[in-house]
């Protein structure tokens, strides 16, 4: 968790919640070992209750669909892969811009990631071969368990 979350800290972007400070707790000898993330305070709501509440224009959804990508585009471009997008990960901020947030399940590369390359040139990280993270339902198909993929 530590890896990925220094290697989410290193990405600077508009769209993207700020990472100040990661870390383990040394102490009190109670909490020793416990990590921490400290990160930009996100005023607003995140993006599924604001769709659902229908009040936006089709413009202002599509502008924020456009930040997230580009929110993911720096990202992808630094070598760092999300890997949990949905809307419970996107805050709208009280001023309308979208932030993408929770890149706690990101994987890492040794390169920046070239959009023609294929998935599996990702190295691995502390996710071991077989255990699932992330949401299913918003799973690429790759990454979904077999029984989703047939669903």
């Not at 530590?2 to 102490?27: C, F, M, Q, T």
């Not at 009040?55 to 959804?61: F, Q």
């Not at 979208?98 to 023609?116: E, R």
Request: glycine fraction near 6%; avoid cysteine.
């Amino acid at each position: 968790m530590l890896r990925e979350a220094r290697a989410a800290a290193a990405l600077e972007h508009p769209n993207v919640v700020a990472i100040y400070d990661v870390g383990e707790i040394s102490s009190p000898e109670a909490l020793r070992g416990t990590t921490y993330i400290a990160m930009e305070l996100v005023r607003g709501t995140s993006l599924r209750p604001v769709i659902r509440a229908g009040a936006t224009t089709l413009a202002t959804r599509v502008r924020w669909l456009v930040e997230i990508a580009m929110a993911l585009a720096a990202a992808h471009k630094s070598g760092l892969v999300h890997r949990d997008v949905k809307p419970e990960n996107v805050m709208i901020r009280e001023d309308g811009v979208a932030k993408v947030l929770d890149f706690g399940i990101a994987k890492k590369s040794h390169t920046p990631a070239d959009p023609s390359a294929a998935t599996e040139a990702l190295v691995p990280t502390i996710t071991t071969q077989g255990v699932i993270l992330g949401t299913p339902y918003y799973m690429s198909p790759e990454q979904a368990p077999e029984r989703e993929r047939r669903s």
